[in-house]
């Protein structure tokens, strides 16, 4: 059982103290003869009163978040994007110009994920090229042929759900 704040113990060094913080490893312990300590949770001492632990030390939340954070940080597995409703379940159809050629048909969620591995890996690209020891002018460079290849796959906007998961590319001045 984890120790809540307000738990009072006796320790087999310290003393009498009361429990007045709890992180995941550790208790805070302020002991009336020793002032504050910290003591490992699965050290031993004798609980005097035990209080329940009213408050999930490390929640589950902030847990997922940190996870999510560190995937999106240092791979390109990306967020779940959302494809508009209007194409859901839908069927992208390639027809070539010779009709003796057959068809070519796909289900349009996947060519939206295509697209959208696409977009994330130019988005790695470019966080490893700011971050590289390029001098400035190349940086510049290369960032302008990105612009160009987001402004190349604005077509796809129509597909994605959200306006704010879309491409952007360079806008004119005028």
Avoid: C
């Avoid at 059982?1 to 087999?12: A, C, F």
């Avoid at 329940?52 to 779940?80: A, G, H, M, Q």
């Avoid at 494809?83 to 969620?109: C, H, Q, Y």
Wanted: charged fraction near 30%; avoid cysteine.
């Amino acid at each position: 059982m984890i120790l809540g704040i307000g738990s009072r113990i006796k320790h087999p060094t310290y003393g009498m103290g009361v429990v007045t913080n709890v992180t995941s490893k550790m208790y805070w312990v302020t002991f009336i003869d020793n002032g504050l300590e910290t003591i490992d949770i699965d050290e031993e001492f004798e609980i005097i009163e035990g209080v329940e632990d009213e408050v999930d030390t490390i929640s589950f939340y902030e847990v997922e978040k940190t996870l999510k954070d560190l995937l999106k940080r240092y791979s390109d597995i990306s967020e779940v994007i959302p494809i508009g409703d209007k194409w859901k379940g839908g069927t992208l159809v390639m027809r070539p110009g010779d009709s003796n050629l057959a068809d070519k048909e796909m289900p349009i969620d996947t060519f939206f994920h295509k697209i959208v591995m696409v977009r994330d890996r130019i988005r790695v690209m470019e966080q490893k090229i700011n971050s590289s020891n390029l001098d400035e002018q190349e940086k510049i460079d290369l960032q302008q042929y990105i612009t160009r290849m987001y402004g190349s796959l604005t077509t796809f906007n129509v597909l994605f759900k959200n306006k704010s998961q879309q491409f952007v590319g360079s806008r004119s001045k005028g």
